[in-house]
């Protein structure tokens, strides 16, 4: 059951939601887990409920020099980085509905933490994993990507930026021996999930009544999951049973992208 046996690896937006579960499974299958996130306090407070094998780092992953220095203290602290989770990632300020009062400003900032630090991510993990030819890259996007979400059409933009960036990059990524791969989650109970239907009731009353009354039934959106549902498809595309998996994009959904 472990998994992970003897790997290090960097979990950004692990204070909280998908990231805190994943990292949890992570050390459960024994991985030593850096805990990268921009909220200090809880962020401390997760790697002392996870134990000894995780630790805390802030990291704002909209900042290149702080997505080096994140992988670099894996680096020093552990000897070496095997995998990188970036998933961090925001909702975004306010709902979208109509095109003509879109405010470009939250587009570059969505951009920014959902999709070039992602990049970002994988320049700064290739760096210290090519040179011993392993390594896993994750990068969580969202079914938004595919489906682009009701009222979202920025943060659904920057969601399919991370999916193409995965696949633009896999190959190049081949040659050292490093894989990529993005998760595409649909509706996990998480903060954010609280925040998005929170922003969604502003312009979709009823869509986000109706989010809210089917959780854990299918709806339009997608059922209601737990996190530890993208916890597990991070641990599989992490292990070496993924050996061979690279530039795929693992859809767990519940079939919302399908419809
Ligand atoms: P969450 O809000 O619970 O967790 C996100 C974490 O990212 C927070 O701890 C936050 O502090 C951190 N973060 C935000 N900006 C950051 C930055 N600039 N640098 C470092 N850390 C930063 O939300 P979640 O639902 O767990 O989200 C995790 C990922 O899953 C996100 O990329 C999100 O877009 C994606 N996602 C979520 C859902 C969902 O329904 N919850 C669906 C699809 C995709």
Redesign the pocket.
């Known amino acids: 059951s472990r998994r992970l046996a003897g790997k290090v690896a960097v979990i950004?937006?692990?204070?909280?939601?998908?990231?805190?579960a994943t990292a949890e499974e992570f050390i459960r299958n024994g991985a030593k887990v850096i805990i990268?996130?921009?909220?200090d306090e809880?962020?401390h407070a997760v790697a002392a409920e996870l134990g000894p094998d995780a630790s805390y780092t802030r990291?704002?992953?909209?900042d290149e020099a702080q997505v080096a220095a994140a992988v670099d203290l894996a680096v020093e602290r552990h000897g070496h980085l095997d995998i990188l989770f970036s998933?961090?990632?925001?909702?975004g300020a306010e709902p979208q509905d109509d095109m003509v009062s879109l405010d470009l400003g939250n587009f570059d900032r969505l951009m920014a933490?959902?999709a070039r630090?992602a990049l970002a991510g994988i320049k700064h993990a290739a760096r210290v994993m090519a040179p011993r030819r392993r390594g896993s890259i994750i990068c969580?996007?969202?079914?938004?990507g595919i489906l682009p979400l009701p009222a979202f059409a920025m943060?659904s933009i920057s969601?399919a930026t991370s999916i193409a960036i995965v696949r633009a990059t896999a190959e190049p990524l081949a040659r050292d021996g490093l894989r990529v791969n993005a998760i595409?989650?649909?509706?996990?109970?998480?903060?954010?999930?609280v925040?998005?239907l929170g922003l969604l009731s502003e312009t979709s009353p009823g869509l986000s009544e109706e989010i809210k009354q089917t959780a854990m039934e299918p709806s339009d959106a997608g059922p209601t999951m737990e996190?530890v549902e993208?916890a597990r498809a991070a641990l599989f595309l992490a292990s070496d049973e993924a050996m061979y998996v690279t530039g795929h994009n693992l859809v767990v959904d519940g079939g919302y992208s399908v419809h």
């Open positions: 950004t937006g692990a204070a909280s939601g998908i990231g805190k990268a996130d921009v909220q809880l962020g990291c704002d992953v909209a998933n961090a990632g925001i909702e933490v959902n630090a969580t996007s969202s079914a938004a943060y969601k595409s989650p649909g509706s996990i109970r998480t903060p954010m999930l925040r998005y996190p993208i």
